[in-house]
């Protein structure tokens, strides 16, 4: 689900979104006639040299300035390690039919890696954005965020010319409908036409085009309005609005209806702003609460294996529930997501500490880092497993199983080529600023 700018701070207290219990201090202004009400401030806009910090003075409110100039914040490992588990989940759900799908594709109940990626990215969202616009205003948090969704864009490009270049040469056909490459093409680039497994990069790409402006709003202090509005599109898509059946022929938005989606990003950008913001969690750090969801997923999770725990007995069609409900996320699908992200917020900060030595950690990790590199390489991979799928089904169970280890093993290459790329670009900006430093 795809990454934003990966510079995010390490998260104290007990769980993956526990946040700062005091009140934020008085944020500190440019100016120090402005005293801004926390959640309560207008944007204010000053003369061009002063109008950035005035805009993060006055308008973020409860975002605390007063460590305005500092470093960026620090990665949270949990958050990485996440990202990197749902990355090898949708890489092994994104390849033809294997035995390991029954494990990936809603292995542990109602839900997927899809839903924990977007989810994730919100959270990180608003920690990266939020922290520039605390610190460097609010001009500064639209461009970079920008900046990302056009970088998004274009790898979802990218990847979509060359699905269709790999078409023209034998490949897997994803653009069948249209009469000739270039119609595919421009259908495409313009995201009135998605594929399968062609539609998250575009989705993320949008949310960053309006997520400054929901920062803005809520440092504002209109968070309620927020999740009003974002549960109203929610039940729009129960109702099918945004689906396949209410878009003219002409608009295919694959397989996610984002009127429901975005339900998963909001909650996430919410959750990350209580950290930015340094305010109160509401959501009770509650035994009993941890009780129920322990409940609920254990329930989700035995009925989505029914025919595994109960024979023929048939409590839902699980079908239709890894599918149609997927796309338009069904109640029971957000609310097995909801306990389960209850439950790993509640694990206290030593769990953490005791196992990311592990080397299986540290690979997740490692993927979580560079996750728009990996992610974009899975698509890769599942294009070039489908090309040649007549030849997988014919392979026996375990081969199958081997070819999926090694797709979800070729997920470090990318990682390692990012890694390095980015590496080599610190060393050449470091070597310019000593050129540049030193008198001629």
């Known amino acids: 689900m795809l990454s934003v700018v990966l510079n995010h701070e390490r998260n104290s207290g007990q769980g993956m979104f526990q946040t700062n219990r005091e009140p934020a201090p008085e944020p500190?202004?440019?100016?120090?006639?402005?005293?801004?009400?926390?959640?309560?401030?207008?944007?204010?806009?000053?003369?061009?040299?002063?109008?950035?910090?005035?805009?993060?003075?006055?308008?973020?409110?409860?975002?605390?300035?007063?460590?305005?100039?500092?470093?960026?914040?620090?990665?949270?490992?949990?958050?990485?390690?996440?990202?990197?588990?749902?990355?090898?989940?949708?890489?092994?759900?994104?390849l033809p039919h294997n035995p390991l799908r029954r494990l990936s594709d809603g292995g542990f109940g109602l839900v997927s890696g899809a839903e924990g990626f977007v989810f994730l990215s919100g959270l990180v969202s608003a920690w990266v954005y939020g922290h520039i616009f605390a610190n460097q205003g609010l001009n500064a948090a639209r461009r970079r965020a920008w900046h990302r969704a056009r970088d998004i864009y274009l790898t979802h490009l990218l990847?979509?010319?060359?699905?269709?270049?790999?078409?023209?040469?034998?490949?897997?056909?994803?653009?069948?409908?249209?009469?000739?490459?270039?119609?595919?093409?421009?259908?495409?680039?313009?995201?009135?036409?998605?594929?399968?497994?062609?539609?998250?990069?575009?989705?993320?790409?949008?949310?960053?085009?309006?997520?400054?402006?929901?920062?803005?709003?809520?440092?504002?202090?209109?968070?309620?309005?927020?999740?009003?509005?974002?549960?109203?599109?929610?039940?729009s898509a129960q109702w099918g609005i945004g689906g396949p059946a209410h878009n003219p022929p002409w608009l295919q938005l694959g397989t996610f209806n984002i009127l429901a989606w975005q339900l998963f990003f909001i909650a996430g950008a919410q959750f990350g702003y209580l950290k930015v913001a340094e305010l109160r969690s509401p959501i009770p750090h509650s035994r009993a609460l941890l009780g129920f969801c322990v409940v609920v997923v254990s329930l989700l999770f035995l009925v989505r294996h029914q025919n595994v725990f109960f024979r023929n007995l048939s409590l839902i069609d699980v079908r239709t529930a890894l599918a149609d409900w997927k796309m338009r996320n069904h109640p029971l699908r957000l609310i097995n997501f909801a306990a389960y992200a209850y439950i790993l917020w509640y694990l206290p900060r030593s769990v953490d500490e005791r196992v990311q030595g592990l080397s299986v950690f540290r690979l997740l990790r490692y993927f979580g880092r560079h996750s728009l590199q990996v992610f974009a390489w899975s698509i890769l991979v599942s294009y070039a497993a489908f090309s040649f799928r007549d030849t997988w089904v014919t392979l026996s169970p375990a081969r199958q199983v081997l070819l999926a280890l090694a797709a979800a093993a070729s997920l470090a290459c990318p990682a390692w080529l990012h890694e390095r790329w980015r590496f080599r670009a610190s060393q050449r900006s470091l070597r310019l600023a000593e050129n540049t430093a030193t008198p001629s």
């Open 28 to 94: 500190v202004l440019a100016n120090p006639e402005a005293t801004p009400t926390p959640l309560d401030a207008s944007v204010r806009v000053g003369e061009a040299g002063r109008a950035g910090a005035v805009v993060a003075g006055a308008a973020v409110g409860a975002i605390t300035a007063s460590n305005r100039g500092l470093s960026p914040p620090r990665r949270d490992p949990r958050v990485d390690t996440l990202r990197g588990l749902f990355l090898i989940v949708m890489m092994v759900d994104h």
């Open 159 to 235: 990847l979509y010319t060359l699905a269709l270049l790999g078409g023209l040469c034998g490949g897997w056909q994803i653009a069948s409908r249209f009469a000739d490459f270039w119609e595919a093409w421009w259908h495409g680039a313009v995201l009135i036409y998605q594929p399968g497994y062609f539609s998250i990069l575009p989705m993320y790409a949008g949310f960053l085009l309006l997520f400054p402006l929901l920062l803005q709003q809520m440092a504002r202090g209109r968070a309620p309005l927020i999740w009003a509005g974002s549960i109203a599109l929610w039940l």
